[in-house]
């Protein structure tokens, strides 16, 4: 069982920058592929950005391609979300995804209904 907790949403300006922080619990943290999705209101929560085991391999939405940077400390339990270049339009809640690839590709990350864990999420709100 692992248990995920975010921190680090809240308000910012368009253009902005805000990280993310994910903290795990137990001990088979550095086991799982790491991911963060979002959900806007009256929308379908979507994939944002995922990394491997090791934080070598990472995979991220068009969308926030070149402005959002994820990361993870395995000796810290934690995978983070740094998100520069802040849009109105990334306004969500942010939410820390963790799956047993098993061998699978980082891609499958974006399958949102074969997530194994998730966090209860943070809002991230960017005013105009």
């Known amino acids: 069982q692992v248990q995920l907790v975010e921190s680090g949403g809240g308000l910012v300006q368009a253009g902005g920058s805000l990280r993310l922080s994910c903290a795990a619990s137990?001990?088979?943290?550095?086991?799982?592929?790491m991911g963060w999705f979002r959900q806007a209101p009256g929308k379908e929560r979507e994939f944002v950005a995922a990394i491997n085991t090791g934080g070598g391999i990472t995979y991220y939405a068009d969308s926030v391609k070149g402005r959002f940077t994820i990361s993870r400390d395995n000796a810290k339990n934690t995978e983070y979300l740094q998100m520069n270049s802040l849009k109105p339009e990334d306004t969500a809640v942010y939410y820390c995804?963790?799956?047993?690839?098993?061998?699978?590709?980082?891609?499958?990350?974006?399958?949102?209904?074969?997530?194994?864990?998730w966090g209860k999420g943070t809002l991230v709100t960017v005013s105009s």
């Open positions: 995804a963790a799956r047993s690839l098993q061998g699978r590709s980082i891609v499958t990350m974006g399958e949102t209904r074969r997530i194994d864990y």
């Open positions: 137990g001990r088979t943290f550095s086991s799982y592929a």
